[in-house]
C-alpha cells in the first residue's frame, strides 16, 4: 500500500496596519495648554494688582527681583519671617486696596473743592499729587509771599490758614500722615549753634505739624515729620527757587503706612524696643536748638 503524503497548510492571518500614536501626543497638548489656561484665569481672579504688577516684573527681569526685590515687594513677600500676625490685615481682614485709592482720590477731590471755593488766593502755592505713596500735598513759598518767616520756623498768616483749612478735611480719613520739610540751597547763616537747613527743615515740618493739630488734625494720625533740607529741590535746574522751600504733607496708603511701621519697628534694639535706637538728626522733636540770627532768605 502507497505511503500518504502529508500536506502542511500555511493560513496567512492579514491584519490591520498601524495607525500611530500622534493622535494621543496631539490630545495630551491639547489637555495640558487647556490647563494652563484656566490656571492662568484662576490666578488673574485671584491676586491684587500689585501681584500681578510683580509677575510682570519678574518675566520682564527676573534679575530685578532677585537682587532689587522689586517696587512691590511688600506685597509679595511675607513680612514676618516664620509667620506671625500680618500687619496689612484690618478688623481681620485684608485691607481693600481699591477702597483704599477710591477714599484717597474722594480725598483729592474734597481738597481741590476746598481751594477752588476757601483758599483760592492760595491755589499756585498748593499742588496735589497722586504717589505710589500715597496723595501728596505740596505748599510752596512763592516770591513776596513765603510760608514762613526769613530764616524762621515761624510761620506766616496765610500758612496757617492754609493747614488749618486743610486738617479738618484730611481728619476724615483713618490714614496716617508724613510731613517734610525743605529748604533751598542757599547755606543757613553760620552761628555758634550749629544751625543749620537740615534743623530749619525739620523744625518748619514740626511747625505745620502744630498749625495741622490746631485746625484739628488727631495727634494719633501723624506717623512722621521729616526734614530734609535741600537734599530733594522741587526745581532741580534753579536749587535757589523760592518753590524748593516748601512743606509735603503725604496722606499715606495702607500699604505704605504698614512698611514705614514696619520699618521703623526692625530699628528698635535687641528687644525690638525703638526706644534704644537714637534717632536720626533730621527728624524733628518738639525741642529744637535755638535759631541764629539770620543774614539769608531760606
Known amino acids: 500500500m502507497a505511503e500518504q503524503p502529508i500536506i502542511i497548510k500555511k493560513i496567512?492571518?492579514?491584519g490591520h496596519e498601524h495607525h500611530g500614536g500622534a493622535w494621543k501626543l496631539a490630545y495630551a497638548d491639547f489637555v495640558t495648554a487647556m490647563m494652563a489656561f484656566f490656571l492662568l484665569m484662576w490666578l488673574l481672579g485671584?491676586?491684587?494688582?500689585?501681584?500681578?504688577?510683580?509677575?510682570?516684573?519678574?518675566?520682564?527681569?527676573p534679575f530685578k527681583i532677585s537682587l532689587m526685590g522689586g517696587a512691590d515687594v511688600g506685597d509679595r513677600t511675607k513680612i514676618e519671617p516664620g509667620g506671625g500676625k500680618d500687619i496689612t490685615s484690618q478688623d481681620h481682614g485684608q485691607i481693600d486696596e481699591k477702597d483704599d485709592l477710591k477714599q484717597l482720590a474722594q480725598l483729592k477731590e474734597d481738597i481741590q473743592s476746598l481751594l477752588d471755593k476757601q483758599l483760592e488766593e492760595f491755589k499756585e502755592q498748593i499742588k496735589l499729587e497722586t504717589t505710589p505713596e500715597g496723595l501728596r500735598i505740596l505748599i510752596t513759598d512763592k516770591e513776596?509771599?513765603?510760608?514762613?518767616?526769613?530764616?524762621?520756623?515761624?510761620?506766616?498768616?496765610q500758612t496757617q490758614e492754609i493747614l488749618r483749612a486743610l486738617a479738618p478735611v484730611i481728619n476724615e480719613l483713618p490714614n496716617k500722615i508724613?510731613?517734610?520739610?525743605?529748604?533751598?540751597?542757599?547755606?543757613f547763616p553760620k552761628n555758634?549753634?550749629?544751625y543749620t537747613n537740615w534743623e530749619l527743615s525739620g523744625d518748619r515740618a514740626n511747625a505745620a505739624r502744630q498749625e495741622l493739630e490746631e485746625g484739628g488734625l488727631a495727634e494719633e494720625k501723624i506717623l512722621r515729620v521729616t526734614g530734609l533740607s535741600s537734599s530733594i529741590p522741587l526745581n532741580t535746574r534753579d536749587p535757589l527757587d523760592p518753590m524748593n522751600r516748601r512743606i509735603s504733607i503725604v496722606v499715606m496708603n495702607k500699604k505704605t503706612e504698614n512698611e514705614i511701621v514696619q520699618g521703623l519697628s526692625n530699628e528698635g534694639g535687641p528687644e525690638g524696643n525703638p526706644e534704644e535706637t537714637a534717632p536720626a538728626d533730621n527728624i524733628q522733636t518738639p525741642e529744637s536748638p535755638p535759631e541764629a540770627k539770620p543774614s539769608a532768605e531760606h
Open 12 to 14: 496567512k492571518k492579514g
Open 192 to 194: 555758634q549753634t550749629g
Open 144 to 157: 513776596n509771599r513765603p510760608m514762613f518767616k526769613l530764616a524762621s520756623s515761624a510761620t506766616e498768616p
Open 46 to 61: 485671584s491676586t491684587t494688582d500689585a501681584d500681578r504688577k510683580g509677575i510682570a516684573e519678574y518675566f520682564n527681569d
Open 178 to 187: 508724613s510731613i517734610n520739610g525743605h529748604t533751598d540751597a542757599r547755606p
